[in-house]
């Protein structure tokens, strides 16, 4: 999608100088590591558009896990002035969905009681067998935002996919049914092979 949106017609028809990004979640690596979520939006998309620096706010990934995440959270504040909440509210969200249901680094497991009442977290979390530290954003952000789309792809998700959407509600087990907006809209974007345990 990110390198749809940096070719035409998407590159001269949107207005990207008045675009901010944000980042739902990083692992803790430097901005020029592989693995690292600023880096791969950077090569698929911010490297062709024009956009000021300052409408960039990534997260530190080079930081220590806690600073890395207490940093997010002041430019989160930073951007939110003239709210009353302590990040902005965010007109698009892109989230994905992992195999075994996480969203951004929201994982399945006991919902830490700092989710409840702050907008980044530090997450350590063991994934496809390897350990990440991870600042992700929380449910009380993603919730605020006008619109939230979801793109799913793969038969490896179906399973995960059927039992967020049709499944009993289970939000330890399942992290993508934390996202609820409270004033805006959640829209599913799945392929055929993501869907195929869905009816209907």
């Not at 062709?48 to 995440?69: K, S, Y």
């Amino acid at each position: 999608m990110y390198r749809l949106l940096a070719q035409p017609p998407y590159l001269t028809r949107l207005p990207w100088s008045q675009v901010h990004f944000f980042w739902g979640d990083e692992r803790c690596v430097p901005p020029d590591h592989p693995d690292s979520n600023y880096r791969q939006a950077q090569l698929a998309l911010l490297n062709h558009i024009v956009v000021p620096l300052a409408n960039i706010h990534r997260i530190r990934g080079e930081l220590e896990l806690a600073a890395a995440a207490q940093d997010y959270a002041e430019q989160l504040e930073a951007a939110s002035a003239g709210s009353e909440l302590n990040w902005p509210r965010f007109d698009l969200v892109l989230l994905g969905l992992g195999a075994d249901g996480h969203t951004a680094s929201l994982f399945p497991g006991p919902i830490a009681p700092v989710e409840t009442h702050s907008p980044v977290i530090a997450v350590t979390a063991h994934y496809e067998s390897r350990p990440a530290h991870r600042v992700s954003l929380t449910p009380l952000v993603f919730n605020m935002a006008h619109d939230i789309i979801f793109l799913v792809a793969g038969a490896n998700k179906s399973e995960a996919l059927a039992a967020t959407l049709t499944g009993p509600r289970d939000p330890e087990r399942w992290p993508a049914q934390r996202i609820e907006p409270m004033h805006g809209s959640v829209i599913w974007l799945v392929d055929q092979p993501a869907a195929i345990h869905l009816k209907g």
